[in-house]
T-cell receptor, first 114, second 117 residues
Framework: NAGVTQTPKFQVLKTGQSMTLQCAQD?????MYWYRQDPGMGLRLIYY???????DKGEVPNGYNVSRLNKREFSLRLESAAPSQTSVYFC?????????????FGDGTRLSIL | AQTVTQSQPEMSVQEAETVTLSCTYD???????LFWYKQPPSRQMILVIR??????QNATENRFSVNFQKAAKSFSLKISDSQLGDAAMYFC??????????????FGKGTLLTVNP
């Protein structure tokens, strides 16, 4: 039972390079999310998708784009990576975005930008 | 906007003893959800316990229980009979129930729990 799968787990980029982080869930969830985790900051929402075909900005969307490819997949793209985007990125999903159903998280992607 | 505050950056507890992690939040809403997540060194985010604001009864999951004080906007986590495997970063989180753009999960900055043998 895979749950939420993120790829890759680790990545090193140079400033200015682009990259797409992939996320897929197999729980038939409607809602998906991208967070970043920085030391001492907790998790902050970058973008979310309440349902297939919709995406919305979260707390820290600048420098990122997302695509809800289908119900299972939600990707995060860095068009021109900057050192300030060095972080651990988590994808999550939930049955809906308005219930007490918890968000299920992937194992995270550690991204370093030099 | 809602904010979640965890005032204890680090806590420690002896194995088999009890520890309480604090969480306060700021909101003008009357209906919402609260969660505690655990993040061990493996980096996974694991749901520990959840509470609906409209329920007066405190949630309990085995050795984990909460003290939910709605008027005080406080949501503390009590871990009884602490085990070495409880060592982790613990995050308190808030989620609106009223819809719109407030569906997002707002996290506190976390409390790092060390369990001493």
């Amino acid at each position: 039972n895979a749950g939420v799968t993120q790829t890759p787990k680790f990545q090193v980029l140079k400033t200015g390079q682009s990259m797409t982080l992939q996320c897929a869930q197999d729980m038939n969830h409607n809602s998906m999310y991208w967070y970043r985790q920085d030391p001492g900051m907790g998790l902050r929402l970058i973008y979310y998708s309440a349902s297939e075909g919709t995406t919305d900005k979260g707390e820290v969307p600048n420098g990122y784009n997302v695509s809800r490819l289908n119900k299972r997949e939600f990707s995060l793209r860095l068009e021109s990576a900057a050192p300030s985007q060095t972080s651990v990125y988590f994808c999550a999903s939930s049955a809906t975005d308005y219930s007490n159903q918890p968000q299920h998280f992937g194992d995270g992607t550690r991204l370093s930008i030099l | 906007a809602q904010t979640v505050t965890q005032s204890q950056p680090e806590m420690s507890v002896q194995e088999a003893e009890t520890v309480t992690l604090s969480c306060t939040y700021d909101t003008s809403e009357s209906d919402y959800y609260l969660f505690w997540y655990k993040q061990p060194p493996s980096r996974q985010m694991i749901l520990v316990i959840r509470q609906e604001a409209y329920k007066q009864q405190n949630a309990t999951e085995n050795r984990f229980s909460v003290n939910f004080q709605k008027a005080a906007k406080s949501f503390s986590l009590k871990i009884s009979d602490s085990q070495l495997g409880d060592a982790a970063m613990y995050f308190c989180a808030y989620r609106s129930r009223s819809g719109g753009s407030n569906y997002k999960l707002t996290f506190g900055k976390g409390t790092l729990l060390t369990v001493n043998p």
